[in-house]
C-alpha cells in the first residue's frame, strides 16, 4: 500500500471546531483553552467557521485582531489551526442591504435572514463579498505557521430558485443539450403536452409546479451539485493563489439516521475537488431500535465510502464526544464508547479525530450539544477525561497515518441512481431502500472482517476481485459496458434486482433488459414483482429456502445456471438466482429481496471460491469488528468489541500491542466496548 500523498502532518490531527468568537467578552475563558488544549492532547482546531460577522462588523470594515491572536496563541501552544471561510452564515447587515443573496425556496418563498447554510449560489454579489472575505483573510494568514489547511465553508448543501438560479440552470441545460428538440426527447416531453418551446419556459421543479418530468428532477439535482462546486471552486480562488501550498477541503456529511450518504449533493463529483476528503460523523449510538454492533456497522459502511471516494486517508473533522442535540433523544456515550468510536474511524481510514465543538456554547441552539469543554469549564468530568484518553491513543498511532485498508470486495452506490429511484412511480414506494440495501450487502463482509471499498461507478473497478451493483435502477451503457469489461476480464460481478431499468435520463430501455446486460448474465429480466408486506414467497437456494421480501424479478434464462428457484406464485420453479461465466469471469444475478442468512451462505461460497479472507488472523464471536490498515511494510489490526459484554478473542500469529508494547498470540480478552490495536510486519 503506498502512503496518502495528501499527508497534513506525520502525527494523527485531534482538536475540532472552535469558536473563539463566542467567548471575546469573557479573556479568562479564552486563556483557560489554551491549558486545556494541551491537557486534552489536542494539537489542532478548525477556527473561523461562522465568524464573518467578527471578522467584517461593516460592510468593507475588517477586524483581525482577535483572530491574529488566536492564531498566534494555539501555534504558541504547539497546535495547528484548519482555517474556516466564513461562507456558512452571513452577517445581517449582508443580507439586509442585499436581500438577493437570500435563498428561494421550492413553494418560490424568499427566506428572511437568520439561521446559516441558506445563501444563494449563484448570487454574484454573495460570491463577491465571500471572495472580498476569502481573500482579506488569505492576505493575512497565508504566512503564518499556524495554518495547515483549508476548510471551505461549512457543510454545503441545499437548493435555492431564485431568478439567477433559473437563468443559470437553463444556461447549464443548453449547454447539456444544445437544443430544445433533444431536451425534449430525453424529458420524455410529450408526456402531458411537457414540451418546451422556449427555453424560459424551463423553470426548476417544485411543489406548487413542475415535479412530475423525472429527467427534469433528475437534472436540477445535478445543476444544483454541479452549482454547488462552482460556488466553492470561487471560494477557492485566493486560497489557490495566495496559498497553493495549503490544502482545501470542505466538510461532507450523511443523513443524522442511520447514517445514509448525504442526498442532496453528489459527493463522487464534489470529491474531485477537495485534496483531502474530511466529513462529519454522528453516529446515533446506544438507540433503540439496533444493537451497538449494527451502529457500528453502519459507521463502517458509510466511512468506506467517503475514504473510497478519493482512495486516500481522510480526516473526520466533526463527531460528537458525548451528545448531540438534534435528535428527538440525545443520549450519551456511554463510558468507554468514545474511545472505541474514535478508534473505528482510524480503523477505517481516517487520520483525524476532531469535535464539534471544543466548547460549549452558553446560548443559542446548540448551547446544549455535547463539547470537550462543558459549561462546568471544568477538565474533571468524564467527558473531557475519554477526550483527553483519545489524545494518548492518537499520540501512540502516528505511524498509521496516511496507511489504507487493501480491499478486494467492492459495493457500489451511486448518488444520481439515489435521486432516480425515489422519483421513480412504482415498484414499492415505502420499500426502496436503496442505500440500506446495501448496508445489508455490507454487512456480511463487516461480520467477517472483511475489507470493503464502497465505490461509485467512475472508480476502477478492475483492482476488486468482488463487485457488488444492488439495484442500479439507473445504468448508462457506458457503465453496463464498463461492468461487461470487468467481468470479461476475470472480475466476479453480483447485480440484483431492480437494475438496468433507465438511462442516464431516466429513459427506460427499450427491448427487453439491456442487450449487453443479457449478454454478461445470460438472462433476460422480465418483470419485477413488488410485495405487500404481508406476501409471501422463499427461493430455494442450496439446500434451504430463504423468504423474500419486497421485490422479486421474473427471469428467461438464456445461458445461465440456476442457483435459486422460487417456490410460489406464478413464477414458482422458475429462476430467482442465476450464475453466468462470460470471459474470464462470471456474473450472478439475484432476482429478489433476501435476507441475512442468505447473503451470509450466498457471499460465504464466492468468497471461498475466490479465496477472500480477512487481512487478520482473528477468531472471535459476532459484534467484534476487525478492520486493517496497510503501510509498505506493517499491517495494522483494529479489534473493536461492539458488544455489551467482554469478549475473547483468539489471535492466531504473533503480534504487537501498540498501546500496552506487549507480544500476544492466543486467546485475548477485551473489555466490554473494549478494543485492541496490534502491528505486523507484513512481507
Ligand atoms: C454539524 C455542523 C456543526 C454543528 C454540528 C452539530 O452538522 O457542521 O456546525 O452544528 O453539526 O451536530
Excluded at 457 to 467: D, G, I, P, T
Amino acid at each position: 500500500m503506498k502512503k496518502n500523498s495528501n499527508i497534513l502532518a506525520n502525527y494523527l490531527l485531534h482538536g475540532g471546531d472552535y469558536n473563539p468568537e463566542q467567548w471575546l467578552d469573557y479573556p479568562e475563558i479564552l486563556q483557560k483553552d489554551l491549558v486545556l488544549m494541551k491537557q486534552a492532547r489536542t494539537n489542532t482546531f478548525s477556527v473561523g467557521i461562522f465568524a464573518w460577522a467578527q471578522l467584517e462588523p461593516e460592510e468593507g470594515v475588517f477586524d483581525f485582531s482577535w483572530m491574529d491572536k488566536i492564531m498566534n496563541d494555539i501555534y504558541q501552544n504547539g497546535g495547528r489551526v484548519i482555517l474556516a471561510t466564513p461562507s456558512g452564515a452571513r452577517p445581517a447587515w449582508l443580507s439586509k442591504k442585499y436581500p438577493e443573496v437570500l435563498r428561494v425556496s421550492n413553494e418560490r418563498v424568499q427566506q428572511l435572514h437568520g439561521g446559516r447554510h441558506n445563501h444563494c449560489f449563484t448570487s454574484l454579489i454573495y460570491r463577491q463579498k465571500v471572495q472580498i472575505i476569502n481573500r482579506k483573510l488569505t492576505l493575512r494568514y497565508k504566512d503564518h505557521p499556524a495554518l495547515l489547511m483549508w476548510h471551505v465553508s461549512n457543510e454545503y448543501g441545499g437548493e435555492c430558485h431564485c431568478d439567477q438560479c433559473q437563468d443559470a440552470f437553463r444556461r447549464w441545460l443548453k449547454k447539456k443539450y444544445q437544443t430544445l428538440t433533444t431536451l425534449n426527447h430525453e424529458w420524455w416531453g410529450p408526456f402531458w403536452s411537457h414540451q418546451f418551446t422556449e427555453w424560459s419556459q424551463i423553470q426548476s421543479p417544485s411543489v406548487i409546479g413542475e415535479n412530475s418530468i423525472h429527467g427534469l428532477n433528475l437534472d436540477w439535482k445535478r445543476f444544483v451539485t454541479s452549482q454547488t462546486i462552482d460556488f466553492y471552486q470561487q471560494e477557492l480562488i485566493p486560497l489557490r493563489e495566495l496559498t497553493p501550498h495549503i490544502p482545501v477541503t470542505t466538510n461532507f456529511m450523511s443523513s443524522t439516521v442511520d447514517l445514509l450518504p448525504f442526498k442532496s449533493l453528489d459527493y463522487s463529483q464534489f470529491a474531485k475537488h477537495v485534496d483531502i476528503l474530511s466529513w462529519d460523523c454522528y453516529p446515533t449510538w446506544h438507540n433503540d431500535w439496533e444493537s451497538l454492533a449494527d451502529t457500528a456497522m453502519k459507521v463502517g459502511f458509510i466511512n468506506d465510502l467517503y475514504r473510497s471516494l478519493k482512495g486516500q486517508s481522510f480526516l473526520i473533522l466533526e463527531c460528537t464526544p458525548s451528545v448531540v442535540n438534534v435528535r428527538p433523544i440525545n443520549r450519551a456515550k456511554r463510558p468507554g464508547v468514545h474511545l472505541l468510536s474514535s478508534v473505528q474511524f482510524l480503523a477505517h481510514g481516517s487520520d483525524s479525530i476532531m469535535y464539534f465543538q471544543w466548547r460549549k456554547s452558553r446560548g443559542s441552539f446548540e448551547k446544549f450539544h455535547g463539547a470537550v469543554i462543558d459549561h462546568d469549564g471544568s477538565s474533571n468530568n468524564r467527558v473531557f477525561q475519554e477526550v483527553t484518553q483519545v489524545g494518548q491513543v492518537l499520540e501512540q498511532l502516528s505511524d498509521i497515518v496516511g496507511t489504507m485498508p487493501n480491499s478486494d470486495v467492492a459495493i457500489l452506490y451511486d448518488w444520481e441512481n439515489n435521486w432516480a429511484i425515489n422519483d421513480a412511480q412504482g415498484f414499492g414506494k415505502e420499500t426502496k431502500f436503496y442505500p440500506q440495501t446495501l448496508q445489508q450487502h455490507y454487512q456480511v463482509f463487516w461480520n467477517q472482517d472483511i475489507s470493503v471499498d464502497v465505490i461509485t461507478k467512475e472508480q476502477n473497478f478492475s483492482k476488486y476481485k468482488l463487485l457488488v451493483v444492488p439495484m442500479l435502477y439507473l445504468v448508462s451503457e457506458q457503465t453496463i459496458d464498463r461492468l461487461r469489461a470487468y467481468v470479461e476480464q476475470g472480475g466476479v460481478l453480483v447485480m440484483t434486482y431492480l437494475s438496468g431499468i433507465v438511462n442516464e435520463n431516466d429513459l427506460t430501455y427499450l427491448n427487453g433488459w439491456p442487450q449487453l446486460l443479457q449478454k454478461v448474465f445470460g438472462i433476460n429480466v422480465l418483470e419485477i414483482d413488488s410485495y405487500y408486506p404481508s406476501d409471501r414467497n422463499e427461493v430455494r437456494y442450496g439446500d434451504q429456502n430463504y423468504e423474500v421480501k419486497d421485490y422479486a424479478s421474473v427471469i428467461n434464462v438464456k445461458e445461465a445456471n440456476v442457483e435459486g428457484v422460487y417456490q410460489a406464485d406464478f413464477y414458482a420453479k422458475t429462476a430467482a438466482i442465476t450464475s453466468h461465466s462470460y470471459g474470464k469471469g462470471k456474473a450472478y444475478y439475484v432476482g429478489a429481496r433476501l435476507n441475512e442468512q442468505f447473503h451470509e451462505v450466498f457471499y460465504q461460497k464466492i468468497m471461498a471460491d475466490l479465496q477472500i479472507s480477512s487481512n487478520a488472523a482473528i477468531k472471535h464471536e459476532k459484534g467484534v469488528s476487525v478492520q486493517v490498515r496497510l503501510s509498505d511494510t506493517h499491517s495494522y489490526w483494529f479489534v473493536m468489541n461492539f458488544t455489551e459484554k467482554p469478549q475473547v478473542i483468539r489471535v492466531n500469529c504473533e503480534v504487537k500491542d501498540i498501546l500496552s508494547g506487549e507480544w500476544i498470540k492466543g486467546e485475548v480478552r477485551l473489555e466490554r466496548y473494549g478494543f485492541k490495536i496490534f502491528v505486523k510486519k507484513v512481507g
